[in-house]
């Protein structure tokens, strides 16, 4: 990676935490216009149209209610009330859609109690419904805590999803444990600003680590998802699935919503499983920041938009 670039990624992950322009920018008309290529809308109904829309084109969805690091309980519980209609919407609809979701928007920060008994009756309740609830994987100080409530939520009740990031040195053992306990596994290469004591430094480092884990993912593990908009990577992952008769129902590709859609058209019309990430919600900046972050060039492509107007 560039110093340049890589300075724009610690820019704007460095932004992402910042309360006040958070405000400014999630109250402002205008600001909101522009984050229309990466997030549904505002409401679950938004979210709901977009799912139908994919589905009509063959593409599964995760619909992610935005939110993360509440400071209260009563927040962490309106987000879960949010997520119980999402998962009783998507039955209803019979929409082949999980949830995505921040164990910090459930609460983690307010109380490990409470984090953990608001996943409890989503998890509950997706498994009742016939769908599945995936744990987004926040910075590294949650790690520890997100894994050991995803352990216990797969052996209550099955229905759940892991996120490992390729970028964190520890993900190797993480991938070898959850393998071995049958969780299924969202492979990315990792968000957030990590120290390099924690977390490979290097673009190239964290692109091979991927390569290295994606492939004991796809021999070993569960209906491993392959996260990632990257076009080497999703190319050496279809060469490593013929070349091992692996079919192509025991593995699935994410994409986010808005990101790379015509490489997101070639993978339906290869013929594999597709499952996009659709966000919605008006608790969007921190989410659109991280996007920015991992392409300064979105920047020029939200610039010439607002020259338009
Ligand atoms: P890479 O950054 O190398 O990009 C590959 C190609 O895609 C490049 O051409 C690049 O320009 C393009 N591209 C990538 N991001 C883009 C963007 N935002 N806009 C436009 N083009 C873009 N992370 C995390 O820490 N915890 C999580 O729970 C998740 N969950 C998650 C779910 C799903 C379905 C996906 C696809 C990704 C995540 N991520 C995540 C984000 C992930 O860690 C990573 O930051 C991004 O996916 C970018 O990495 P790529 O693998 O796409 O590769």
């Known amino acids: 990676m560039s110093a340049f670039v890589s300075g724009m990624r610690g ?3 460095y932004l992402s935490r910042q309360p006040n322009v958070r405000r400014f920018l999630e109250t402002s008309r205008e600001a ?37 690091n509440v400071t209260t309980e009563a927040e962490a519980i309106d987000a879960k009330q949010q997520y119980l209609t999402a998962l009783h919407r998507i039955a209803d609809a019979r929409l ?11 609460g983690l920060d307010v109380s490990e109690e409470l984090g953990h008994a608001n996943t409890d009756e989503l998890v509950r309740t997706a498994r009742d ?17 997100t894994l050991a409530i995803v352990r216990e939520m797969h052996d209550k009740y099955v229905s759940v999803r892991a996120v490992l990031q390729a970028y964190l040195y520890r993900t190797e053992a993480d991938v070898a444990d959850l393998n071995a306990r049958g969780v299924p596994i969202r492979l990315c290469k990792g968000a957030y600003l990590e120290p390099p004591t924690i977390a490979w430094p290097q673009k190239q480092d964290v692109d091979r680590n991927y390569l290295k884990l994606m492939k004991v993912l796809l021999d070993q593990g569960t209906y491993p998802a392959i996260a990632t908009h990257d076009e080497n990577i999703m190319n050496q992952c279809i060469e490593h699935v013929r070349s091992r008769n692996i079919p192509r129902e025991r593995f699935e590709f994410q994409m986010l ?32 920041m991280r996007r920015l972050a991992e392409r300064p060039a979105n920047v020029l492509f939200l610039a010439k938009s607002l020259a338009q107007d």
């Open 11 to 13: 820019a704007f992950l």
């Open 96 to 106: 082949p859609a999980t949830i995505s979701m921040k164990l910090t928007s459930l």
């Open 257 to 288: 919503y808005g990101v790379r859609r015509k490489l997101q058209r070639q993978i339906v019309a290869r013929g594999f499983r597709l499952r996009l990430y659709v966000p919605y919600g008006s608790a969007w900046y921190p989410y659109f």
């Open 129 to 145: 419904l016939g769908t599945a609830v995936e744990c987004d994987m926040e910075d590294s100080s949650y790690t520890d805590r």
């Open 32 to 68: 909101r216009a522009l984050t229309s290529r990466f997030i549904a809308g505002l409401t679950l109904e938004d979210g709901l149209r977009v799912a139908r829309e994919l589905d009509a084109r063959g593409v599964m969805t995760s619909l992610d209610h935005l939110g993360e």
